[in-house]
């Protein structure tokens, strides 16, 4: 396991691509630790509360077109050795997005309607033109993603990396200070607005070769549904992610305090660093795994999952270890002693934690490929499930009901990750010998 350590340490690759992905960490230490306090220094509870509001009501715009650029940058990466591709994948995946914010802005619209005819936000001025702002950077964010994409059809991953760092970090950078200087939310939007404007501007001037030529004649229906299904299919595994995380505090919320439901949410955020540092791990394989399925290279493509997984298990290890002896500690800290710790809640949830974070190291080689359509619909039965028996659970066991439901959760999921990983390389095994005969 050492010897994985210091390979993975001392080669150039992957610590070049290292330092880009852990950079990435800056813009939610810069959210969580500098932004918050200047938002309630600069505009006060009630001001902030609105804006987290209206930011909620636009926000889930990724939600749908986070997925259609994600699909998109995995198809380009897989296929980036076949050079009608490009243009092929990009006018089916753009269709696709205008198709998705033109349901949007029409959802959006009856949502705005009839939300703002019926309240009144009393501290926010100018709702009216913060809220289509928002919408619109939303809309130039999702092109660029697209286009960013592009950039690993070039084998540009590293460049790829940076450019979507320095537009994060900017975006906060630029956030804080506009705090810092008490400006108003209309301000911000507008800032957020041109940012958007000149990242996009600077990916025609200095990327103008990851622009595809528009041939609308390369549309083909069978495509587009492939297109669609795979979309459909990472949408269904990212919403069921994130609904589930929220449906479970309704559900605590039903039966528990609010001093539990608290505990229960600090308790994740804390330990949700470990998953955070494994994610992080898995951005540094992406390319290389998705460089060696492109060119059909199997043997390797097992070769380097394996590395990936025994390192992303290395630094799980270190994190679940640090977490379990320092984490009373930290937590106290964080919280001043105004949350309550107990040590069995903790660990339980620490070690449900750890099994989530093996089983997403498991199915990172079915992310990569794209082949998640069986898998999101399994995740999505699972959680069901979990939520079903969460509610009958906590009403019978209290908070450590949430605990049992999440264990066993991550333990079907385990399991599945297990099978359909190893289903997944049969198949390639068998495709490898198919082509050497």
Partial sequence: MLSFLKNFIYSKYYRDLSILSFSSIIVSILNSLVAIPLFLL????????????ICALVGFVTVFTEPIASSYGVEV????????????????????LFIAFGLILLLYTVIFYFY??????????DKNVIYFLI????????????????????????????????????KAGLLIVLLFLRMEPIYLCYASLVASLFMISYLRVACGYIWPALHYKLINAQDFKKSIEISFYRFLLDIGSYAKLNLEILILSSFLQPSILVMYTTTNTLINFMKLLSSKIHLVFVDKVSDLYSQAKYLLLKKEYDFCFTISMIFISIAAVSLT????????????NNIVFEDTFFLSILFASIINCIWLS??????????????????????????????FLTLYYGKYGIVISLITYNMLMLFYSIYSSNLFFNKMKLKNKNNAI
């Fill in 42 to 53: 600069s505009w006060g509870v009630d001001k902030y509360g609105e804006w987290i509001f």
């Fill in 77 to 96: 990466a897989n296929n980036r050795n076949n050079k009608k591709s490009l243009e092929k994948y990009f006018i089916h995946y753009l269709l696709l």
């Fill in 116 to 125: 703002f005819e019926s309240n009144q936000l009393n501290y926010i001025e």
């Fill in 135 to 170: 919408i619109a950077t939303a809309i130039i964010d999702s092109f660029i993603a697209l286009l960013l994409g592009n950039l690993r059809f070039f084998s540009q991953y590293k460049k790829f990396i940076f450019i979507l760092n320095i537009f994060s970090i900017s």
């Fill in 325 to 336: 002896f320092f984490g009373e500690w930290i937590y106290v800290l964080w919280t001043k």
């Fill in 362 to 391: 498991r199915s990172f080689i079915l992310l990569v490929t794209n082949k998640i359509k069986f898998f999101s619909i399994i995740q999505f039965l699972f959680i069901l499930f979990s939520l079903t028996i969460t509610y």
